[in-house]
């Protein structure tokens, strides 16, 4: 009901429906009080004039009260009048009824039973049966309903301040007509409710936070209707508010004495609608209010002057007094004390197709025939509520064939309407020069990248600090570690790109679309000025690399080629490994996480085209690697390309097409070496200053023959040889890599032989898995937390091991006498879960407190 009691304005917030005899002095006007003091408006007969019709004025305050409390005591029946007024609350189906059980038990009014039924079969005797029948049908119904029983309560003055409260909840939770419109409405205010708990007479600030353009202002305004009248004084502050004081002294500084009196004289002037105050010292404002209750609502905030101008400390006002500061930014908000903080956040994608449906139809559901396109188009629009509400204007009264002409032209987001990238840009116009520069990265290249990678990366700036400005600006969000932005904002960034150069692309610091990157590879006129490309090779036919296209590229930080569904074959086999090597509990948010993570990067035709191949996600039912034709990717190299940037620090190739990295590549700044599936048979010769490099994933390069030398890759802390079919040896250099947290082996089924140690500290996950010619038990760290070595042929196994960490252990081997496990001990003082679990199979685990999944086959 509270939904379609928002279509009106109420004149009252309450109409109480009550036996006057059994309640008027004592339980009622102890109610009407409660109500007063919380600034709640009850309709009170006593305001009938005398010589007025009673009923008809009864009628009408009916009607015009937002909430109905029905107050069922033990004569209430005996009187028509009240059963009237009920009747004729039920029959108004906008209204929100709380009954209240006074004396009276809830089974007797519901089923008119007992002494209650016995007055209302009294009362009934002068009726027809059908008014009858209709009292009783009102009776039940609101009997039926979720209310308040005094014989639940010890303290009648407790139950009345908690139905008071119970009014004042679901009357936060109702809006005007006004905002009728705003899909998804009724979520934010209660959520706003929550935070605000107005039932405490502390003072607190609240704060709504959230990208531009996604609605604050809306639901500031609807919680500032929704709460004025509770409020002694109250006032919404915008930022034209703001704007006039600092205009006046433009040639101030941002902390001018005067300038801070004239916004303090200007606030205290309107709240207390007094024209021309004059203060001379800033404690006036809090003189003036402290025993006063305040709504105080600032909108749009930019400036924290502003904040601790006119809001300083909560003691500055009364009990019971709220304060909500609505921004963009964050840091306004901890900076200031706030930690109430609610987040906006995008809609999802039902509320998303209800606003373009309210923009474009005026109404919450799609026309017959519109469905799919509405769908298509939300998809398109990226959820962004102030582009949904300009899309949909523009697409009203539009025919079906319209709408689907538009989607090619959505493609390109932003550029059908320049007000969403100009309320977008608030926030990046905002940043400074070294924070809009990791924007514009992060938008280019470095989008669902984990935050570990990036601050690598861009080891000389000052990461940490540029990407918490970010998050606090709504500009991007960090979730599980990676780096996320909203694709509106992506385009956004990608826009500014693109116009330092429109005409020449090679002059632009970043080049990700594929025509561009397509002219600067084929026609080489890359500058210095080149710093990234990121290049998916599903949207392009042929590109025909020139052998100079790198060359005149001498700034080159970033490369990166992505061979789209490569990406999501990955994606899905990492899934299945994370998920069937994890626990029964963990495995379904383990993989969720990891789809939605990935999604998150997907334009909506990339996204119908995975759906279109198999979504298979949601039961694990993976579809094998042959499945899928990586043959191809469009993109050619000639065999005279011999150049790579030694300024390169990311470098990601899927299906390199070389048998060896150029001659005179020098990899020493690498920080992200990631050939997946490459034609490889070895990457340099010798050894090399690789301290920057912390990441080498080669998996499935199955020419691979060795290993280059990584003795002084210091820094390094994950290897994947996943699927390299061709390496025989691990070399001995790995003894060396004392930061290395993950050694991926498995499937490398030519590896025979092993470095005689590398107990290395930190490695923490080791997989040999599928490693068939493998006869050598590892001698690994003792810190090991996941160790796999399911499919090897493992002859002998030591006969203590002492893993400490051990949280996940798979071994197995296809012809087994189990002669190997004879005698073989797990074990260290954490090792209890599956103590003696195996003993009957020769091998035992003890003491593993850790331990949550391990796997034996034999």
């Given at each position: ?334 900076a200031h004390g706030i930690d109430h903080i609610y987040e906006v956040s995008f809609p999802t994608d039902v509320h998303a197709c209800q606003m373009l449906c309210q923009s474009a139809f005026k109404q919450n559901y799609a026309p017959e025939g519109f469905g799919d396109l509405v769908v298509d188009v939300v998809r398109h629009a990226c959820s962004f509520p102030l582009g949904l509400n300009l899309l949909g204007k523009y697409l009203r009264g539009r025919n079906e064939e319209y709408w689907m002409d538009i989607l090619p032209r959505l493609e390109n987001g932003l550029r ?389 960490n051990l949280v996940e252990f798979s071994i197995s081997k296809e012809e087994s006498n189990m002669i190997q496990w004879e005698g073989a001990k797990v074990s260290s003082s954490k090792l209890n879960i599956l103590s003696k679990l195996f003993y009957y199979h020769c091998l035992y685990l003890n003491y593993c407190r850790r331990l949550k999944f391990c796997t034996l086959v034999y």
């Amino acid at each position: 009901m509270a939904s379609s009691s928002s279509s009106r304005n109420w004149l009252y917030d309450v109409f109480l429906s009550f036996r006057g005899g059994d309640v008027r002095v004592t339980f009622r006007s102890h109610f009407l009080k409660e109500f007063d003091r919380k600034l709640i408006t009850a309709f009170r007969d006593n305001e009938i004039e005398r010589s007025h019709s009673l009923w008809p004025d009864l009628e009408q305050a009916i009607k015009d009260s937002r909430i109905a409390v029905v107050v069922f005591s033990k004569n209430y029946a005996s009187s028509s009048w009240c059963l009237n007024e009920l009747l004729e609350i039920v029959n108004c189906n906008d209204k929100i009824i709380i009954p209240v059980f006074y004396g009276v038990d809830p089974s007797q009014v519901r089923y008119q039973i007992g002494d209650f039924g016995r007055i209302f079969e009294k009362t009934c005797k002068r009726q027809t049966e059908e008014v009858k029948n209709q009292w009783k049908k009102a009776l039940t119904l609101v009997a039926n309903m979720l209310g308040f029983d005094s014989a639940k309560w010890d303290d009648e003055a407790k139950m009345i301040e908690e139905i008071a409260n119970d009014v004042l909840r679901k009357l936060l939770l109702t809006t005007s007509k006004d905002f009728d419109d705003f899909v998804g409405l009724e979520d934010h205010i209660a959520n706003m409710s929550a935070l605000l708990d107005l039932e405490s007479k502390e003072v607190k600030m609240v704060g709504i936070w959230g990208s531009s353009g996604i609605g604050k202002t809306t639901i500031a305004r609807a919680l500032f209707n929704n709460l004025f009248r509770h409020f002694q004084v109250r006032k919404f502050i915008d930022r034209s508010f703001a704007y006039k004081s600092r205009e006046i002294h433009s040639s101030a500084n941002p902390d001018d004495h005067n300038m801070k009196l004239h916004l303090q004289e200007s606030f205290l002037s309107e709240i207390l609608r007094m024209p021309n105050i004059k203060i001379d010292d800033p404690t006036a404002l809090e003189e003036r209010l402290k025993y006063q209750k305040v709504l105080i609502i600032i909108d749009d905030l930019d400036d924290i002057m502003v904040l601790d101008t006119l809001v300083g400390q909560t003691q500055w006002f009364g009990y019971g007094s709220r304060i909500i500061v609505v921004t963009n930014d964050k840091h306004f908000l901890t900076a200031h004390g706030i930690d109430h903080i609610y987040e906006v956040s995008f809609p999802t994608d039902v509320h998303a197709c209800q606003m373009l449906c309210q923009s474009a139809f005026k109404q919450n559901y799609a026309p017959e025939g519109f469905g799919d396109l509405v769908v298509d188009v939300v998809r398109h629009a990226c959820s962004f509520p102030l582009g949904l509400n300009l899309l949909g204007k523009y697409l009203r009264g539009r025919n079906e064939e319209y709408w689907m002409d538009i989607l090619p032209r959505l493609e390109n987001g932003l550029r059908l309407d320049g007000k969403i990238e100009k309320i977008l840009r608030i926030s990046y116009d905002g940043l400074d020069s070294e924070d809009q520069e990791i924007f514009r990265h992060i938008a280019c290249i470095f989008i669902h990248m984990k935050v570990t990678t990036i601050k690598s990366l861009l080891a000389e700036s000052d990461v940490s600090f540029a990407l918490e400005n970010l998050a606090d600006k709504s500009l991007i969000h960090v979730r599980q570690g990676y780096v996320v932005m909203h694709r509106s904002l992506q385009e956004m960034g990608r826009k500014i790109v693109r116009i330092q150069s429109i005409d020449n692309p090679g002059e632009r610091e970043f080049l990700v679309d594929p025509n561009d990157i397509h002219d600067v590879l084929n026609a080489c006129t890359g500058t210095q000025k080149v710093l990234g490309i990121s290049l998916n090779t599903r949207n392009i036919v042929e590109l025909d690399v020139h052998e100079s296209a790198i060359k005149g590229m001498s700034n080159l930080r970033f490369l990166e080629i992505k061979d789209f569904i490569s990406q999501w074959k990955k994606a899905l086999i990492d899934v299945s490994k994370i998920a069937f090597d994890s626990t029964e509990w963990n495995r379904g948010l383990i993989t969720q996480n990891y789809v939605n993570l990935l999604l998150l990067s997907t334009t909506p035709k990339e996204y119908e085209e995975l759906v279109g191949i198999e979504d298979h996600t949601a039961e694990m039912s993976l579809p094998a690697t042959k499945s899928f034709d990586f043959e191809d990717d469009g993109l050619h190299l000639p065999a005279s390309f011999d150049y790579l940037p030694p300024t390169l620090k990311l470098l990601c190739w899927p299906k390199f097409p070389m048998r060896c990295m150029p001659y005179d590549f020098c990899p020493e700044n690498l920080v992200k070496l990631e050939m997946r599936e490459s034609k490889l048979y070895k990457l340099w010769e010798g050894v090399v200053p690789l301290t920057c490099l912390k990441e080498m994933d080669l998996d499935g390069s199955v020419n691979l023959k060795e290993i280059p030398d990584l003795s002084m890759a210091t820094n390094l802390e994950t290897l994947n040889f996943e699927n390299c079919k061709s390496l025989v040896e691990l070399p001995s250099f790995i003894r060396n890599l004392n930061k290395l947290l993950k050694l991926n082996m498995a499937f490398c089924n030519s590896l025979e032989t092993l470095p005689t140690g590398f107990n290395l500290k930190s490695l923490d996950r080791l997989s040999f898995s599928e490693c068939t010619k493998l006869k050598t038990f590892p001698k690994f760290s003792t810190n090991i937390s996941v160790l796999n070595l399911f499919g090897t042929n493992i002859e002998e196994y030591p006969s203590h091991l002492h893993l400490e960490n051990l949280v996940e252990f798979s071994i197995s081997k296809e012809e087994s006498n189990m002669i190997q496990w004879e005698g073989a001990k797990v074990s260290s003082s954490k090792l209890n879960i599956l103590s003696k679990l195996f003993y009957y199979h020769c091998l035992y685990l003890n003491y593993c407190r850790r331990l949550k999944f391990c796997t034996l086959v034999y």
